[in-house]
């Protein structure tokens, strides 16, 4: 059939799985119950039991996937979490958001990441009502040198106040919150410069540079001059300086040796002179 193939991309992409741990105390009319409390009633395409403990559950709307992939659902005291079979996207939710937190500041941060996102920004709502519970979530992809986000991203909360707030995704791993990069977090991260001793790649409150004992301020700001000598080039100066004098004593003596000669003659002739006066 013409379009079939995009037809079943699309319903497995509508699919998720779960898993209840035990499916013989965890019935298949429990499942169903319990998810369309969450999605609504009739949403449910199909419950697959599959090997082990697991169950695919096709939903007829991907916003149900969305929601129950972000919810979950709850059976007596437990809760389950499914996850959908077919995506190279993520859902991403943000917990405990004030209300006045507007969509734009959310879409903002998460393009400033580099995610493109795929799904509007949604509010989860309280079941069977309209009150938002502070759980916005939004479906992104990300892109290809990122595999996370951080666990937390500050926002505004108010004219001149920031919170953290908590971020959760699938497969969530953790990333430096400065940089994104996966192989350090934040007070490791080389971006970092300390102000303390101005070197990078630690933040000023774990520097390993101590106080100096002079002044007690640190290396960036010591007030202390520090004069550091080169022995090897100290040597070679001291060497060269010798060298000089002695040269120039040489040269010094000889002329003294010229200077004594002259002297010797002059006083040879004033002597014939004096000779011959008294003769």
Known sequence: MPGERGVRRTVKEQTVIVDVFDNKSVSAASVIKSIEEQVGEGEILARVPKSGNLYEVTLNENDSVDLICDTGFKIGDRNFKPNAIFSKERLVSFLKVSYYVLDKEIQDKLEAFGATLISPIRRRMYPGTQIADGTPYVVIQFPDDKQSLPYSMKFSTGVNSQEYIRVIHDNQRKVCSKCYET??????CPDNVCWRCKTSGHLSKSCPEPP???????????????????????????????????????DNGDGDDEDAADDDADDDKIMMMMMKVWM
């Open 183 to 188: 192989d350090h977090i934040f007070p490791t």
């Open 212 to 250: 100096c004992e002079k002044c007690k301020k640190f290396v960036a700001h010591c007030v202390c001059e520090v004069v550091w000598v080169d022995p090897i080039h100290a040597n070679k100066d001291q060497q060269h300086h010798d060298d000089a004098e002695a040269e120039n004593i040489e």
